[in-house]
Nanobody, 120 residues
Framework: QLQFVESGGGLVQPGGSLRLSCAAS????????VCWFRQAPGREREGIAC????????NYAESVKGRFTISRDNAKSTVYLQMTLAKPEDTAVYFC?????????????WGQGTQVTVSS
């Protein structure tokens, strides 16, 4: 069972950039597809970006397409989310986990997440 620790969140101004990191432990990350999810206040958790084991495929939610980029470094057991052109609507707690097609794996273990606040 993989465990994940998210980091890199914080306050960013609209239009700004932020890079989130997701460190995995407890297994070999290279065997798993990984997604980023977020949960805004009063809303359900939603998938926003996924990346395949070798980075050969990625997919994004329409809300972040063209602005966010998911990447991974299997040697460092880390997945990244580069956020650019941030919008107030991006404010949420961001999580990473095993999954694909914007959905988590049934046995996914959630970390604490990292808070991203987009505000002036």
């Amino acid at each position: 069972q993989l465990q994940f620790v998210e980091s890199g969140g914080g306050l960013v101004q609209p239009g700004g950039s932020l890079r989130l990191s997701c460190a995995a432990s407890g297994g070999s990350l290279r065997y798993y597809n990984v997604c980023w999810f977020r949960q805004a206040p009063g809303r359900e958790r939603e998938g926003i970006a996924c990346i395949s084991t070798t980075s050969s495929a990625t997919n994004y939610a329409e809300s972040v397409k063209g602005r966010f980029t998911i990447s991974r470094d299997n040697a460092k057991s880390t997945v990244y989310l580069q956020m650019t052109l941030a919008k107030p609507e991006d404010t949420a707690v961001y999580f990473c986990g095993v999954g694909w097609d914007m959905s988590p794996a049934p046995a996914n273990s959630w970390g604490q997440g990292t808070q991203v606040t987009v505000s002036s």
